[in-house]
């Protein structure tokens, strides 16, 4: 046998390296168990009854993915569980929302038993549509407790597809003390104004930080954008990207108000904004280094919590708008759904009763910042203390959906058409030249069945 | 003498050039483990000092945490788990049928042996991509004759066990083909004198000979199963059925909400996938290096 | 190539020549025991062949058959029927697809220039006996053996405008005057950076494998002759290297025009960079369109399959 090498012992030292700090940290890990909620998931109104028709049955969630969604997917399936005896297997979906639709649409068309209940995109009912039980008559009334918008978004010809889970939408952060340091006694409430307010604290703020940007936002080329760029579009008073089942992307107000935003990359944006998702306006805003942010009502949470640098310096509002427009903020969220194919659809449906129940998403707000799509959760102390953009001055801020339920199943496609082109313009090539090609592919898609 | 070889003779310059070439040898070895020393060094430093400007090259205050979470992540664990049996599978089969296919191509003699050795050959520069969908709709599930049907494979870690055979089985042959052929000639008469069937030949004879080029296909096999990403993400959906590069490329942290994307965590993912492959590349740097170039340069 | 049959070179080195009767039965023999034998080899080969057949040619050949047809992967109400040259007048009219090949090829052409002269210049460099030379070439392995997702996530780590390090290095050494955003501004050059870190050290240990087979005494000679280092490598270096620099040229070249992993990390579906098969990836597995898909997949290999040919009637236009 060769003598053996400096190298192969190098090889051999780093192997047991990696397997003594592995068991280290697993060890650890054990050790300090993950804090569970303080706050504990609600009991099951009417368990007793729910264990005797249905006690023994088990169903699989197809839910939150992986982080804090599916930890909350697990301690109310938990507890579901434990007081109904209809076991709840929960599976996280793919973390990115094309993938995870990508996974239901082939259960779907696969006909397959393996799904009983979904967490379903808010701009998906459409597309499966044909594939999920009508939940009205069993569901109807509960339905009444939840936001009419949201309801009406989930029922397609007539059948309620989709129960509202939780909701979400854009809103305008914005650092109260550069505001005041710069002499801006309220936030923008046009765009023109937020870009100058931008312009003005980025110059000051960047001789002590250069990296220091005035707006940031979701410019990657993703379904975030197709959320951004329905906010400046419908608040310019340009439509809704397609109106009445015809693509109305190419006009004139959505080539002016893209047009100003490309002109901001560069100054106000940083250059890299079209490549920024929610996570990355989340760290420039939070480290300091952003006047303005465009993003989710999650970021709030992250900003106010312990050992943020931003902690107590900043506030949220509605988006502004174009000149002639109002502000708008683009529906998020998510939904419950029960597959035509499950075999258990009456034990699931009781699930979902007790997910899109008031105690339950009262518990989702309180735990995970999520927009409850029940107002009178949205109005609970408790809950507004923890989520402060609840105040009914930016909740109630009109909604604008994305133009799912004329796409159907083609929603996705569609969805990258646009984004692809408006991360087109931001990264230079004026509206005009881009807007007519989205505009045809869009209707070139919805004629397609 | 011409004078820059005088110069290059002289002390003065032999120690210039002594010391330029040590430089080089530095900056290369910068240049490959650079990103490693980052990503580290990343994994180890706190959120709250991850997003800091400017970037701090050590952190002042280390932390496991990322570690932590990124182990505590059963789905990350999972994907470990998946990637060593799909890329264990896939090793093994492709030795077990390429050695098997070697010992034709190498030691007998017959019509059409050269048309498949060029076939394996060709299929070596096969790309990938060109039959993603064929696949994508086969692992659906397709009729083949009869009662015979294609099984259902999408979403399932064997939907790539099958599908990585098309770029590990054919060099495997090849290597091991030109390890059967160096053998020498007559080595089997012996056997064959004794009464051996050609298949107790190739076990107990031609097999733990070429065991070297065993080892190297295999670990060839096993690193390119493992690194590959285009099918991964393809065919498989659940997370819980990901494969390390996929887990990589959507990774999302055991907290947090699905918007936020845990670099720290990601980059101590990124430590604990490849210090195995830096560990085992050490280790086995001879036999890779003799089947890359076997592979490549005698080819 | 050759390789006898044991069995029947032993039989020939014992051939005397013998009356016709016997003759014929050693030949009569000697054809079944050859058909044996052929029987035995392709029977051994069944496996491996059946595998290619469906993991490679089936696939292929249904890809071509799906470019004609109209299939879509949620098929719903429209059933999938032929639809002939449809697929390819779409394509042409392509433009994303278009310049994704155009952008594959420019990608081409930089990392493999880059790769295979930095990898020569370090093949050189570390062909010359020192101290830890396994150790080093151990280490320029290992970029090699990491997955190519790893890799990208680690330097867009780096990569990153406001907290990454390239830029803070470069800031530093007042490289340039404020943080740049290399994926927005200069994605070819992002790209081709993380390519060129994971495979020149392989490019270059192929090329020193290479180089580890020339004879030393050639350079002995040549020195004693007069030559100069630049004359050594162009008349003794270069030619014996030839078959490993074409060898690692084509391999490196039909590698860059696959690529994916890289693209796709980096850009996702970003428009004006995406590559061939992150296009048709995106049109097949995202937009569930299968038969146009597979035009694209179709059109891919036929790209791939001309850089195949032009290389091999280069090379052997060199040889001759």
């Known amino acids: 046998m060769r003598p053996r090498s400096l190298v192969f012992w190098a090889g051999v030292v780093s192997l047991l390296a990696l397997l003594v700090s592995l068991s280290i940290a697993t060890a650890a890990t054990n050790r300090s168990s993950r804090a569970t909620a303080s706050y504990p998931a609600p009991p099951v109104p009417g368990a007793a009854a729910i264990k005797a028709k249905y006690g023994g049955q088990s169903i699989t969630f197809v839910g939150d993915s992986v982080g804090g969604g599916h930890q909350r997917d697990l301690a109310l399936a938990k507890k579901f569980s434990q007081q109904t005896g209809i076991k709840v297997n929960v599976v996280p979906h793919p973390a990115a929302s094309d993938a995870a639709y990508s996974q239901l649409a082939r259960a779907f068309s696969a006909k397959s038993s393996s799904i009983d209940v979904a967490m379903i995109d808010v701009v998906w009912p459409g597309a499966f549509a044909p594939y999920l039980v009508n939940l009205k008559p069993k569901l109807g009334a509960q339905s009444k407790l939840h936001a009419a918008g949201i309801v009406a978004n989930d029922t397609i010809n007539g059948k309620l597809v989709a129960m509202p889970w939780f909701g979400d939408y854009g809103i305008l952060y914005y650092r109260t003390d550069l505001l005041k340091k710069y002499g801006y006694s309220k936030p923008p409430t046009t765009w023109s104004q937020l870009f100058q307010m931008a312009s003005k604290i980025q110059a000051g703020e960047q001789k002590t930080n250069a990296s220091f940007a005035g707006f940031v936002f979701q410019g990657n080329a993703y379904e975030g954008l197709t959320c951004n760029a329905l906010e400046w579009i419908a608040s310019a008073g340009g439509g809704h990207m397609i109106d009445n089942g015809k693509a109305t992307i190419n006009n004139a107000k959505a080539a002016q108000v893209l047009d100003a935003m490309r002109s901001q990359i560069g100054k106000t944006a940083p250059r890299g904004v079209t490549t920024y998702q929610e996570d990355q306006t989340e760290h420039a805003f939070d480290n300091g280094d952003a006047a303005f942010a465009r993003n989710w009502p999650y970021q709030y949470g992250i900003g106010a919590g312990a050992g943020s640098k931003v902690k107590g310096k900043f506030s949220v509002t509605v988006l502004p708008h174009g000149a002639s427009g109002k502000p708008v903020g683009t529906v998020g969220g998510w939904q419950l759904a029960v597959s035509k194919f499950s075999k258990h659809k009456d034990a699931t449906i009781e699930f979902v009763r007790y997910m899109t129940s008031p105690a339950v998403e009262k518990f989702d707000a309180i735990t995970n910042s999520n927009v409850p799509t029940i107002p009178s959760v949205a109005k609970d102390k408790a809950v507004v203390r923890t989520n402060p953009y609840l105040k009914p001055a930016i909740a109630s801020v009109a909604r604008v959906t994305r133009p799912a339920k004329y796409l159907k199943t083609h929603y996705n496609e569609a969805s990258k058409v646009i984004y692809q082109g408006i991360n087109q313009i931001l990264n230079g090539t004026p509206a005009k030249s881009v807007l007519p090609g989205i505009q045809a592919k869009l209707n070139q898609i919805l004629k397609e069945k | 003498m011409s004078r820059s070889v005088r110069l290059r003779r002289s002390p003065v310059g032999r120690v210039l050039t002594r010391l330029g070439f040590w430089l080089l040898i530095i900056a290369i070895g910068i240049y490959a483990l650079f990103p490693f020393y980052w990503a580290l060094r990343s994994s180890i430093t706190p959120d709250t000092a991850l997003f800091n400007t400017p970037v701090q090259y050590f952190p002042s205050h280390p932390t496991w945490a990322h570690f932590h979470d990124a182990l505590s992540s059963s789905y990350f664990r999972r994907a470990l788990l998946n990637s060593t049996l799909v890329a264990g599978a896939v090793t093994l089969l492709s030795l077990a049928v390429g050695s098997t296919a070697a010992y034709a191509l190498g030691r007998f003699r017959f019509h059409g042996k050269s048309f498949v050795l060029y076939l394996m050959l060709s299929m070596t520069i096969f790309p990938q991509i060109a039959i993603l969908g064929a696949l994508y709709t086969m692992f659906s599930g397709f009729h083949i004759i009869g009662p015979i049907d294609f099984p259902k494979l999408y979403d399932s870690p064997w939907a790539l066990v099958f599908s990585y055979m098309i770029f590990t089985l054919p060099f495997t042959i090849w290597v091991l083909t030109s390890f059967m052929r160096a053998l020498p000639a007559d080595l089997e008469e012996a056997a064959y004198v004794d009464g051996a069937t050609p298949l107790q030949v190739f076990w107990k004879v031609l097999l733990p000979l070429i065991a070297p080029g065993l080892v190297t296909t295999g670990l060839l096999a096993f690193i390119a199963a493992w690194n590959e990403f285009l099918f991964a993400v393809s065919f498989i959906q659940s997370p819980s059925h990901y494969t390390v590069p996929v887990a990589i490329f959507s990774f999302t942290g055991t907290s947090g909400n699905a918007f936020q994307f845990p670099w720290g965590t990601v980059m101590a993912a990124t430590i604990i996938v490849t210090l195995p492959l830096i560990a085992a590349t050490l280790i086995l740097q001879r036999r890779i290096l003799a089947g890359l170039t076997a592979g490549a340069v005698k080819g | ?320």
């Open chain 3, 1 to 320: 190539m050759a390789c006898h049959s044991p069995s029947l070179s032993t039989m020939s080195s014992v051939a005397t020549p013998a009356p016709t009767g016997e003759t014929t039965r050693r030949r009569r023999r000697g054809t079944k025991l050859q058909r044996r034998q052929t029987r035995l080899a392709w029977l051994l080969l069944l496996p491996s062949l059946l595998i290619v057949a469906f993991v490679a040619i089936y696939p292929l050949g249904k890809t071509v058959y799906q470019s004609f047809t109209n299939q879509e992967f949620l098929a719903g109400i429209t059933p999938t029927k032929w639809v002939g040259l449809d697929n390819y007048h779409q394509l042409l009219h392509d433009t994303i697809f278009r310049d994704s090949v155009v952008l594959t090829i420019k990608f081409t052409a930089i990392t493999v220039t880059i790769e295979f002269a930095l990898g020569l210049i370090i093949a050189l460099v570390v062909n010359s006996k020192f101290k830890g030379r396994g150790v080093m070439r151990a280490i320029m392995l290992v970029p090699w053996a990491i997955p190519t997702v790893v890799a990208a996530k680690m330097w867009l780590w780096m990569l990153d405008d406001t907290f990454g390090v390239i830029n803070d290095l470069a800031l530093r050494l007042h490289l340039i005057s404020h943080s740049q955003s290399w994926i927005t501004v200069h994605p070819l050059a992002a790209v081709s950076a993380v390519d060129i870190w994971k495979t020149v050290p392989f490019v270059a240990l192929l090329l020193l494998a290479g180089l580890q087979v020339i004879p030393e005494d050639l350079y002995e000679a040549a020195a004693v002759d007069g030559a100069n280092a630049l004359q050594q490598f162009w008349r003794i270096t270069f030619p014996l290297l030839r078959p490993a620099i074409l060898v690692v040229l084509i391999f490196r070249s039909l590698d860059a025009l696959r690529v994916y992993d890289v693209f796709a990390v980096f850009f996702g579906n970003r428009l004006g960079a995406q590559s061939m098969a992150v296009v048709a990836q995106g049109t097949i597995v995202q937009d569930g369109h299968v038969g146009y898909g597979a035009a694209l997949c179709v059109a891919i290999f036929l790209i791939i399959s001309l850089f195949v040919v032009i290389y091999v009637t280069v090379v052997r236009v060199g040889d001759d």
